[in-house]
Antibody, heavy 116, light 107 residues
Framework: QVQLVQSGAEVKPPGASVKVSCEAS????????VHWVRQAPGQGLEWMGI????????TYSQKFQGRLTLTSDTSTSTVYMHLRSLTSGDTAVYYC?????????WGQGTLVTVSS | DIQMTQSPSTLSASVGDRVTITCRAS??????LAWYQQKPGKAPKLLIY???DLEPGVPSRFSGSGSGTEFTLTISRLQPDDFAIYYC?????????FGQGTKVEIK
């Protein structure tokens, strides 16, 4: 069955960067765009960006422009989310999700905690 | 950016009730709207796409309607498993935005 498996929880100091991976399986990796969505503790869902794994083209939310980079590795069917200049406001669960006609398959989420 | 506003923020209902959640877009998004259900500690689950198409495997008591700027998610007869938070999401002109969520709680 389709799966998106994310890397484990991270704790980072303010000012650092974090890279979260999302490995896809059981579907043609390059046929579906992948989104990243985050959720701060007790808050709603926030859309961050999207990547076309086949060509690597990306679109980012204006909020994260200049601080977020999404990349893909077709040899391992893995998408990466790299977020720089972390602040306490970036503490959240980060999800990758496949775009079918909606976000039809989601990763399990990766908790990123920003703390000194 | 297109803003999505859900109402109400919280809804108290009983098992068997008919429940309706509204989502309004700040500009027309045609039918490019999805609905998700999220339970505590879990990733969201896709319920409806293209405003009214039911995702395979989702119970038929869930339905969506609307186009343009106003959309609704209806649960025809609320079941115990339906108490959760519901989010709408628009996708239009290569931008995606979520509503702030509606919590459906037990009355």
């Amino acid at each position: 069955q389709v799966q998106l498996v994310q890397s484990g929880a991270e704790v980072k100091p303010p000012g650092a960067s974090v890279k979260v991976s999302c490995e896809a399986s059981a579907y043609p990796f390059t046929d579906y765009y992948v989104h990243w969505v985050r959720q701060a503790p007790g808050q709603g869902l926030e859309w961050m960006g999207i990547i076309d794994p086949s060509g690597g083209s990306t679109t980012y939310s204006q909020k994260f422009q200049g601080r977020l980079t999404l990349t893909s590795d077709t040899s391992t069917s893995t998408v990466y989310m790299h977020l720089r200049s972390l602040t306490s406001g970036d503490t959240a669960v980060y999800y990758c999700a496949r775009w079918g006609w909606g976000l039809d398959y989601w990763g399990q989420g990766t908790l990123v905690t920003v703390s000194s | 950016d297109i803003q999505m506003t859900q109402s109400p923020s919280t809804l108290s209902a009983s098992v068997g009730d008919r429940v309706t959640i509204t989502c309004r877009a700040s500009q027309s998004i045609s039918s490019w709207l999805a609905w998700y259900q999220q339970k505590p500690g879990k990733a969201p689950k896709l319920l409806i796409y293209k405003a009214s198409d039911l995702e395979p495997g989702v119970p038929s008591r869930f339905s969506g309607s609307g186009s343009g700027t106003e959309f609704t998610l209806t649960i025809s007869r609320l079941q115990p498993d339906d108490f959760a938070i519901y989010y709408c999401q628009q996708y239009n002109s290569y931008s995606w935005t979520f509503g702030q969520g509606t919590k459906v709680e037990i009355k």
